[in-house]
Nanobody, 121 residues
């Protein structure tokens, strides 16, 4: 069993900042790719940023220069620092983590429950 707990969402004015956190716990052997996705009402879920096991990062074009993804391997955590937030960043943000679990060493994708980010104009 694996659990992902997200935190850090909230209401912020345009131009403000938020930092999202996602911590994995449970029967973890290793963690591979980690990432953040978001889904706004009436829209499809989209990639925000991802970070590979080796540290390579990837960002959606609209987030480059404003958002920074990072991970803490010791804490099984992934973070998303969001600066210069815009009203169009309003969405439910989900973390996605690829985890190899014990004891069967099966690699699976896990999703967090989502944390709401609302940016007011």
């Amino acid at each position: 069993q694996v659990q992902l707990v997200e935190s850090g969402g909230g209401l912020v004015q345009a131009g403000g900042s938020l930092r999202l956190s996602c911590v994995a716990s449970g029967s973890i052997f290793s963690i591979n790719d980690m990432g953040w996705y978001r889904q706004a009402p009436g829209k499809q879920r989209e990639l925000v940023a991802s970070i590979a096991g080796g540290g390579a990062t990837n960002y959606a074009d609209s987030m480059k220069g404003r958002f920074t993804i990072s991970r803490d391997t010791a804490k099984n955590a992934v973070y998303l620092q969001m600066n210069s937030l815009k009203p169009e960043d309003t969405a439910l943000y989900y973390c996605k983590v690829v985890i190899t679990t014990t004891p069967r060493l099966i690699r699976e994708v896990y999703w967090g429950q989502g944390t709401q980010v609302t940016v007011s104009s």
